[in-house]
């Protein structure tokens, strides 16, 4: 059985993030407003980004650390641009002390 982790595009702009073992019957949910969750008041949604794991656990911690992220690497994960999400990676004080320093790169 596989597992999914997955990012919706809300009809606000945002985006939410979680994980099932059944994507279409999910999705549905969200499409209809079943769901009492965040998407309920931001229909209709679009399937941004989704990711298949051999177990639930992988997909929990893989929605676990998407929705730690900033937008940016949401952003960058669903483009599948790894230059900007490495980038997006780098906290903030580190950048800011990478650019003081004139320096730009590791």
């Known amino acids: 059985m596989a597992f999914y982790c997955y990012i919706l595009l809300c009809s606000d702009g945002s985006y939410y993030t979680g994980h099932t ?9 969200h499409h209809s407003g ?10 209709p949604v679009e399937l941004a980004w989704v990711q298949d794991f051999p177990s639930r ?15 940016a690497k ?9 230059t900007a ?14 650019l003081r320093s004139g320096r730009t790169e590791d």
């Open 21 to 29: 073992d059944n994507l279409e019957h999910r999705i549905a949910q």
């Open 34 to 43: 079943e769901l009492a969750c965040y998407t309920q008041a931001r229909r």
């Open 57 to 71: 656990h992988e997909a929990l911690t893989a929605e676990r650390q998407i929705k730690g992220g900033s937008r």
């Open 74 to 82: 949401k952003a960058a994960l669903i483009a599948s641009d790894w």
């Open 85 to 98: 999400l490495t980038e997006a990676a780098i906290p903030r004080a580190e950048r800011a002390l990478r």
